[in-house]
């Protein structure tokens, strides 16, 4: 069993920072690769920001710039750092992991519950 939780959500003012941890923890060989995806009210998730074991990075075009993906691959666990929060950076962020699943096999895909971020004034 792999588990996958978020924390760091919060409510946060336009123009302000903050930062989500995704911890992975569970029975597993190594992470592969994991996320960040957004959802906002009535609309579809979509794919923040992305981050390999071999730290090969992806980010959604109109967020380049305003946040950063890190890891600590000791830890099992990735960083969101967002700074200039806008309104419409508004909604539940998840994590997403794929890991090596202890066969040294197969890889699993595993989501976090979600973390709330709001930015309203």
């Known amino acids: 069993q792999v588990q996958v939780v978020e924390s760091g959500g919060d409510l946060v003012q336009p123009g302000e920072s903050l930062r989500l941890s995704c911890a992975a923890s569970g029975n597993f060989f190594h992470i592969n690769f994991m996320a960040w995806y957004r959802q906002a009210a009535g609309k579809q998730r979509e794919l923040v920001a992305s981050i390999t074991r071999n730290d090969l990075i992806y980010y959604a075009d109109s967020l380049k710039g305003r946040f950063t993906i890190s890891a600590d691959n000791a830890k099992n666990t990735v960083y969101l750092q967002m700074t200039s929060l806008k309104r419409e950076d508004t909604g539940v962020y998840y994590c997403?992991?794929?890991?090596?699943?202890?066969?040294?096999?197969?890889?699993?895909?595993?989501w976090g519950q979600g973390t709330q971020v709001t930015v309203s004034s």
């Open positions: 997403y992991a794929n890991v090596l699943l202890r066969d040294g096999l197969r890889s699993g895909d595993y």
